[in-house]
C-alpha cells in the first residue's frame, strides 16, 4: 500500500496502476458517475480506507460534488469510514451461521484480539467486525477476511487459522488494481480456499 | 425422483469456468441459434416456457421483456440482478463461480430479445470472488471475439460489464440496483415510472436475476416444450434452492419445481444433523414467511403450494432450524438484518425497522410484556405496503410470521420477564 | 408532470374538481378545498416521495398511494384522511415514527409554532407516543454554512434541502449521509453552504433542523406579527413574510409564488431586509442644514413653482407606485414638467450578478423601477433598465453640470450612493431650491446634506403601496414598521407641500394609501381594472391591471 497523507482539500495522486484501472473503467460505463464504486474501491485499496484525501480523489476524477462522494461511500458497509486493520475480519452473524455458531467465532476474536467492533489491534494487523449475510449459508458458520471467504470454521480452526495469517503474512485481497488471481494461502490449493457448496 | 439438470449439469468440473472447457460441454451453442431467430420469437419462446424470475418475486420473465416499448430512440438496457443478498440464498454464486460462461450466454440471450447492446452484471460487493470468476469469463470472452462488436458475424454488439456492489443489500431491489449502478446511493426509486419504461440512465431497461439469465441456454436449445414439461403447471422448469442450516448436507440443489420439501429435506439435505427434531423451514430466504416442521406434509417446492401454505419460494434460500433453535432470538437476528439494511429513505422503514427490533429485542432480553405484542401487531401493519418498495413488506415478515407460528415462545419469554419484575420487587 | 392542457374530472372527498390531466393529488386536492399533509413534497422540486405523509386511497388502487406521485386521471375518486379511516390511521402511524427519533426540545426549538411536525402531529394524531426507547443521537447544532445551522436529531431527512441545492442552485453541497435510522443531512467537513441562496433551505425545512444561525433564539414566532410584502432588494420583487416584533424585522421567509420565485430568495434580500432602515432619522423639516419648520420648509421651497429656471427630479426606485404617480402630478402641476421633458428620472444603476444570481436576481437595486416605464420616463424601448439608468445618469449630469436650479429628489435613495460625489454635491448647493424628501439625516447623509430642505419621509419599510416589478406585475408592499413620529410618507409630504404652495394635487378624499391607491387607479387608464383585493399576495399583471380587461369576470374584484 503506498504512503498518502491526506492534505485538506487537495487531490491526492493516486499509482499509475490505479489512475490507468480508473480510467478504463471509466470508458466501459455509458455515464462516467456510474464508475464511483470502483472508484472508491480503488481509492480505498490504495489508501486503507475511504479518508478525505480518497473523497477528493474521487469526487476530482469523477467531476462530482464531495457530498455526493460522502453518500455514497456512508451508504454501503464496505466502504471503510475509519481505518481497518491489516487483516479486517467481517464475521458473518445472519440466521444461518448465527444457529450454526457464529455467536462463538465472534466470542473467539474478542477473546483473542482483545478488541470490540471497528477496533484495530496496537500492532495494526487485526481488526473486526460482525456483518450482515455474507452469502456462504451453506458453509455456515464463516468470516471473510479483507476478500476471502473462510468457511466451515470452528473457534478452533479460526483460531489456527489466524495463526497461519499472522505467520504467513499472505495478500488476502482481490485486487481491484492489479485484477489477477494472486490472493491466498501458501500451498493451500485455490479451489479448496472458494468452496462453493455443490452437491455431492 | 430425477432432477433435470438445466442450471447444475457442470459445475462440478473445475474447467468449466474456462471457455473452451464450456464450448467444449455444448455452450455458446443456444446464442448461435438464438442470433439468426428474430428477437421477437425469442420473446416468445421464454414466455411459452413459464420460466419466472428466480430473484424472488416470480414474475413471468416472458412478459416482463414485453413491457419494454419499442423503437423510443433510447438505449435499452439488460441489468443482470447478481446482488443476491437475502439471507439463505447462495444459488448465483455458484453459477458465478463455477459456470460463469453460462451467465454470460444467459445474458447475451436476453440482451438479443431485447435489443440491448450494454448490459451490466450487477455483483454484490462481498462476493469478491464470484466477481473474479465471472469478470475473467467476460474477459475471456471478449478476448474470443464473442463479446464486442458483430458476435458471431451476427451483426449484434454486446458489451457486459461486471459491476461490484459494495454492501447494501437494497441493491437486490431493482430500482435500488439501477440507482446504484448509476452512481448514487442504492434507494429504490418511486413507482411508477417502472423501470421497463424508465430506467437506467432515464432508458428502458430490464432487470433479471442470474439463475433466471442461466435457464435461457437450456429453453432456447431445448425448448419451452421441454421446459415447461418439468414442474408443475404454473411453477416450470427447475429451481436452485440454497440449503443452510441444522441439515447434513448443505449446498445448492437444483431441484424440478413441485418437488416435496420433506423429500429435498431428507434426500438431498441428508436429514436433520445430529438427527435432532426438525423445527421449521424458511423456504425462500429470509423475507418469507417460516412454516413449523408439522406445516411442511404435502407442501412441494413450487409457487402454487408454497403460496397454498401461507409462504414463498422466494429466492430459493432454504433455511432449516431444529429444534434447539431459539425462535425469539432467529427472529430478532432477522429483525436486526433489515433495520440495519434499511436505506433509510422513506418514514415508515426507516424509523419502523429499528422500532420493530427494539421491541423484539426487550422481548427477548427479558424486558418485554404483553402490550408489545400488540403494538408489534400496530407497527408492522403501519410499514407494510407503506413504504417506497417492497422492503417494508419483507421486514415484518419475521416478526409477524415467528410470532404467529411460536406464540408460546414470546409468551413464555414475556412470562418469565413480569415473573422476574415482580421478584425484583421483593428484593 | 404532464403538459397536457386536457381537463379531466377527480373527486375528492366527494367534492368534484376539474384539473388538467396529470396534476398530483396534493395540487388536485388543494383545489377541491382539502389540505394533504406532507413534509417532502415541494411544488417546484423533484418528487422525492419519502415522507409518506400524504398518502390517500384511490379508488381501484390495491394499496394507499402516495398522493404527491400520483397524477389525475379521468373520473379518479380520491379518498383522504378526512373521510377514510385507512388514511387517517396511516398519517397517525407516519407521525409516531417521524417522532421516534425526534427529540421533545419544542421549549428550545426555533421552529416551535411555525413547525410541521408540530402541527401535523396536534392536528392528524395528538396522542402519545408508544416508543419507549433511546432515541438515535446524531450531530446537534452545527453550522453548515455563515447562515444556515443543522440538528441532526430534529431531521426528518425530506431532503427538500439537498434537492433544492441540486436542482436549483445546483451548488449539490448536501448530501444524505449514511442510512438507515442514522440517515443525517451531511455537508463535506471542508465545504460550507455558501451559496448566494443558502437561506432558502430553512424555509424549506418543515421541521427546525435547519434554522437561521443570525436570527436563532431571537423570538418565538407566536410573538411576532407575520407580514406579507414583497423583497425591495431588487426589481424581482420575491414574495416574502417577514416577522415583526418590538418594531424590529426579526425573520424573513419566502413566500410561494409560482410567477415570481417559486419559493425561493437570495439571502442578500433576507438577511439585509433591514438595510433599508437608516439609523439616524430625519424627523422634521430641515431647512439650510437647520432644523425647522413646515412653514419655513414651504416657504423655502417656493422657487420650485414653475418658471423660466431648468429643473431636475429624481425619483427613487424604493417609492411605490402610488408615490412616484402623486411624484410625477407634483412635477407636472408644481413645477411645470412631463415627463416628455427630459428633467425626469429614477435612480437606477445596473449591477454585475454571477450566472447563480441570476436564476433568481435581478441587475439591479431598484424594486420598483418598472414604474418608471410605466410613467414614460424611459421611453418603451426592450431593455428598459438600460434605458432607465441612462436617463438617471442624463438628470444627474443636469444637476452635477449646475444647470438644473430647481431640484426635487423623492425618496431615500433618490441618488445612488456611488453617484454622490463632489461635483453633485456643488450641483446641489448651487440651486435656487433643493429639495429632498428622504429618511436619512443629512448628517448621515451627504446628499441631503447639500440639499437646501430636506423634508422627514419613510423608507420603503415604512409605508404601505403597490410595486411594479421586473415583469410588469403589480405587488403589494405592505408596512413592517412604524415611521418615527414627524415623519410622513413621501406622498404625503408632495401632496401637502403643493398645497403649501397653493396646488392641489390630490383629491381631498385621499387621507390613506387605501384612498391613494383607488385615485391612482380611478385616473390611470392602464390600472383601471386593479384592486387591492385582486392584486391579493400574490400580485397580478399589469395586463390584468387594464380597465376591462377580466376585472368583472373575477369574483375577487366585487
Excluded at chain 2, 451483426?155 to 437494497?170: K, P, Q, W
Excluded at chain 2, 404435502?298 to 434447539?324: H, W
Excluded at chain 3, 443570525?214 to 418565538?220: A, D, G, I, P, V
Amino acid at each position: 500500500m503506498t504512503e498518502h497523507k491526506s492534505s485538506n482539500g487537495t487531490v491526492p495522486t493516486l499509482s499509475a496502476a490505479a489512475e490507468d484501472r480508473l480510467k478504463q473503467l471509466v470508458s466501459r460505463y455509458p455515464r462516467s458517475k456510474s464508475a464511483i464504486m470502483p472508484a472508491l474501491y480503488i481509492a480505498q485499496e490504495e489508501l486503507g480506507w475511504i479518508n478525505d484525501a480518497a473523497v477528493h480523489w474521487v469526487a476530482d476524477r469523477l467531476s462530482l460534488p464531495l457530498a455526493h462522494v460522502i453518500q455514497v461511500a456512508t451508504f454501503y458497509t464496505m466502504y471503510y469510514k475509519q481505518p481497518v486493520g491489516k487483516y479486517h475480519i467481517q464475521v458473518c452473524r445472519t440466521l444461518s451461521c448465527m444457529i450454526c455458531g457464529a455467536k462463538d467465532l465472534t466470542a473467539h476474536i474478542k477473546q483473542r484480539l482483545k478488541i470490540g467492533a471497528h477496533e484495530v489491534t496496537n500492532d495494526g494487523v487485526w481488526s473486526f467486525e460482525e456483518v450482515e449475510c455474507l452469502g456462504s449459508c451453506g458453509t455456515a458458520p464463516m468470516v471473510q477476511i479483507n476478500d476471502v471467504f473462510f468457511e466451515n470454521l470452528t473457534p478452533e480452526s479460526l483460531d489456527a487459522l489466524m495463526d497461519r495469517i499472522e505467520k504467513e503474512q499472505p495478500d488476502l485481497r482481490y485486487s481491484t488494481v492489479r485484477q489477477d488471481l494472486g490472493a491466498g494461502l501458501s500451498g493451500e490449493p485455490k479451489s479448496r480456499l472458494y468452496t462453493a457448496p455443490v452437491e455431492s | 425422483m430425477k432432477h433435470l439438470k438445466i442450471l447444475t449439469a457442470n459445475v462440478h468440473h473445475d474447467d468449466q469456468i474456462e471457455l473452451d472447457a464450456y464450448e467444449r460441454r455444448g455452450g455458446y451453442q443456444a446464442i448461435r441459434k438464438v442470433l439468426k431467430m428474430d428477437p421477437a420469437e425469442v420473446t416468445a419462446e421464454v414466455k411459452a416456457s413459464g420460466l419466472r424470475g428466480r430473484g424472488g418475486a416470480g414474475f413471468p420473465t416472458g412478459v416482463k421483456w414485453g413491457f419494454v416499448p419499442k423503437n423510443t430512440g433510447k438505449p435499452i438496457y439488460l441489468l443482470n440482478n447478481a446482488d443476491e443478498s437475502e439471507p439463505g440464498t447462495f444459488k448465483d454464486r455458484l453459477l458465478m463461480e463455477r459456470d460463469p460462461h453460462l451467465v454470460i450466454e444467459g445474458m447475451m440471450i436476453a440482451a438479443w430479445a431485447l435489443g440491448a447492446n450494454w448490459c451490466c452484471a450487477y455483483i454484490r460487493g462481498e462476493y469478491s470472488f464470484p466477481a473474479l470468476m465471472q469478470q475473467r469469463a467476460v474477459d475471456q470472452a471478449y478476448e474470443k471475439g464473442y463479446l464486442g462488436k458483430n458476435i458471431f458475424g451476427s451483426g449484434f454488439d454486446l458489451d457486459i460489464v461486471v459491476h461490484r456492489g459494495a454492501g447494501a443489500y437494497i441493491c437486490g431491489e431493482e430500482t435500488g440496483l439501477i440507482e446504484s449502478l448509476e452512481g448514487n446511493k442504492g434507494q429504490p426509486r418511486i413507482k411508477p415510472p417502472f423501470p421497463a419504461v424508465v430506467g437506467l440512465y432515464g432508458c428502458p431497461t430490464v432487470v433479471n436475476n442470474t439463475e433466471t439469465l442461466a435457464a435461457l441456454p437450456w429453453i432456447m436449445l431445448n425448448g419451452a416444450s421441454s421446459y415447461n414439461s418439468i414442474g408443475t403447471e404454473k411453477s416450470t422448469g427447475t429451481k436452485l434452492f440454497s440449503a443452510s442450516g441444522h441439515i447434513k448436507k448443505p449446498g445448492v440443489y437444483e431441484v424440478n419445481m413441485g418437488y416435496p420439501i420433506l423429500d429435498f429435506i431428507n434426500n438431498e439435505c441428508g436429514g436433520m444433523r445430529g438427527d435432532k427434531a426438525l423445527k421449521a423451514v424458511i423456504t425462500g430466504g429470509s423475507s418469507v414467511p417460516v412454516l413449523r416442521a408439522d406445516e411442511l406434509e404435502g407442501v412441494t417446492l413450487d409457487y402454487e403450494s408454497c403460496m397454498e401454505a401461507g409462504t414463498f419460494v422466494g429466492s430459493g434460500g432454504f433455511i432449516v432450524m431444529d429444534e434447539t433453535t431459539d425462535m425469539v432470538e432467529a427472529c430478532l437476528n432477522l429483525q436486526h438484518f433489515y433495520s440495519h439494511e434499511s436505506c433509510g429513505q422513506c418514514t415508515p422503514c426507516r424509523e419502523g425497522a429499528h422500532w420493530v427490533e427494539k421491541i423484539v429485542g426487550r422481548i427477548y432480553h427479558g424486558g418485554g410484556s404483553s402490550s408489545d405484542l400488540s403494538l408489534i401487531g400496530d407497527v408492522t401493519k403501519q410499514i407494510a405496503g407503506h413504504t417506497i418498495c417492497p422492503f417494508g413488506d419483507a421486514l415484518v415478515v419475521p416478526v409477524q410470521s415467528f410470532y404467529k407460528k411460536f406464540p408460546e415462545e414470546f409468551n413464555e419469554r414475556i412470562d418469565s420477564a413480569l415473573v422476574s419484575q415482580i421478584g425484583n420487587t421483593h428484593v | 408532470m404532464s403538459e397536457s392542457k386536457e381537463l379531466v374530472t377527480v373527486t375528492v372527498d366527494g367534492t368534484a374538481v376539474q384539473v388538467p390531466k396529470g396534476t398530483n393529488l396534493i395540487e388536485v386536492a388543494r383545489k377541491a378545498g382539502v389540505e394533504i399533509p406532507h413534509y417532502c413534497y415541494h411544488p417546484n422540486l423533484s418528487i422525492a416521495g419519502n415522507c409518506r405523509m400524504c398518502q390517500v386511497q384511490v379508488e381501484g388502487m390495491p394499496k394507499l398511494t402516495i398522493a404527491c406521485n400520483t397524477g389525475a386521471t379521468d373520473g379518479m375518486v380520491v379518498r383522504t384522511q378526512k373521510v377514510s379511516e385507512d388514511v387517517a390511521e396511516a398519517q397517525r402511524a407516519t407521525l409516531e415514527f417521524l417522532l421516534i427519533n425526534h427529540p421533545l426540545d419544542c421549549t428550545v426549538c426555533d421552529q416551535a409554532g411555525h413547525c410541521k411536525l408540530q402541527d401535523y402531529y396536534y392536528e392528524y394524531n395528538g396522542r402519545a407516543s408508544r416508543f419507549v426507547e433511546n432515541k438515535v443521537n446524531k450531530i446537534k447544532a452545527e453550522p453548515v454554512g455563515p447562515e444556515v445551522i443543522y440538528d441532526g436529531e430534529r431531521c426528518i431527512v425530506c431532503t427538500r434541502c439537498v434537492r433544492f441545492c441540486e436542482e436549483v442552485t445546483e451548488t449539490s453541497e448536501f448530501g444524505v449521509f449514511n442510512r438507515g435510522d442514522k440517515s443525517v443531512i451531511g455537508i463535506h467537513p471542508g465545504a460550507e453552504l455558501d451559496n448566494p441562496f443558502s437561506g432558502v433551505v430553512v424555509d424549506l425545512c418543515p421541521v427546525g433542523a435547519l434554522t437561521h444561525r443570525r436570527w436563532r433564539f431571537n423570538t418565538r414566532i407566536w410573538y411576532t406579527q407575520e407580514v406579507n410584502t414583497v423583497c425591495t432588494g431588487c426589481s424581482t420583487g420575491c414574495n416574502a413574510k417577514v416577522a415583526v416584533r418590538d418594531g424590529k424585522i426579526v425573520q424573513v421567509k419566502a413566500r410561494l409564488n409560482e410567477d415570481v420565485n417559486k419559493e425561493w430568495m437570495c439571502d442578500e434580500g433576507r438577511y439585509g431586509f433591514d438595510r433599508f432602515q437608516p439609523k439616524h432619522r430625519v424627523v422634521g423639516p430641515i431647512v439650510s442644514g437647520m432644523d425647522s419648520d413646515w412653514t419655513s420648509a414651504v416657504n423655502s421651497s417656493k422657487a420650485l413653482l414653475g418658471g423660466e429656471e431648468p429643473a431636475a427630479v429624481l425619483l427613487s426606485p424604493f417609492l411605490t407606485l402610488e408615490e412616484v404617480w402623486v411624484a410625477m402630478m407634483f412635477a407636472r402641476d408644481v413645477m411645470g414638467l412631463d415627463a416628455a421633458s427630459g428633467n425626469i428620472a429614477m435612480q437606477l444603476r445596473r449591477r454585475d450578478l454571477s450566472k447563480l444570481e441570476q436564476i433568481l436576481v435581478s441587475p439591479d437595486y431598484a424594486p420598483n423601477a418598472r414604474a418608471a416605464q410605466l410613467f414614460g420616463l424611459c421611453g418603451n424601448e426592450e431593455s428598459w433598465r438600460e434605458a432607465v439608468e441612462r436617463h438617471y445618469e442624463s438628470v444627474l449630469k443636469q444637476i452635477s453640470s449646475g444647470s438644473a436650479k430647481r431640484i426635487l429628489l423623492v425618496g431615500e435613495g433618490a441618488v445612488a450612493e456611488a453617484d454622490c460625489d463632489a461635483a453633485l454635491v456643488k450641483g446641489l448647493r448651487s440651486a435656487s431650491v433643493s429639495l429632498a424628501l428622504c429618511a436619512s439625516h443629512p448628517e448621515s447623509d451627504p446628499v441631503a446634506a447639500a440639499c437646501s430642505v430636506v423634508l422627514p419621509g419613510r423608507t420603503v419599510h415604512e409605508k404601505n403601496g403597490v410595486m411594479l416589478n421586473r415583469d410588469a406585475r403589480l405587488q403589494r408592499l405592505r408596512m413592517l414598521l412604524q415611521g418615527p413620529i414627524g415623519t410622513q410618507p413621501e406622498w404625503m409630504l408632495l401632496a401637502n407641500l403643493a398645497s403649501g404652495l397653493g396646488k392641489k394635487i390630490l383629491p381631498a378624499e385621499v387621507t390613506d394609501d387605501r384612498g391613494l391607491f383607488r385615485a391612482m387607479t380611478g385616473s390611470l387608464e392602464s390600472l383601471s381594472g386593479a384592486t387591492l383585493v385582486r392584486i391579493g399576495d400574490s400580485g397580478i399583471e399589469l395586463e390584468e391591471a387594464a380597465g376591462g380587461k377580466d376585472g368583472s369576470s373575477d369574483p375577487a374584484a366585487v
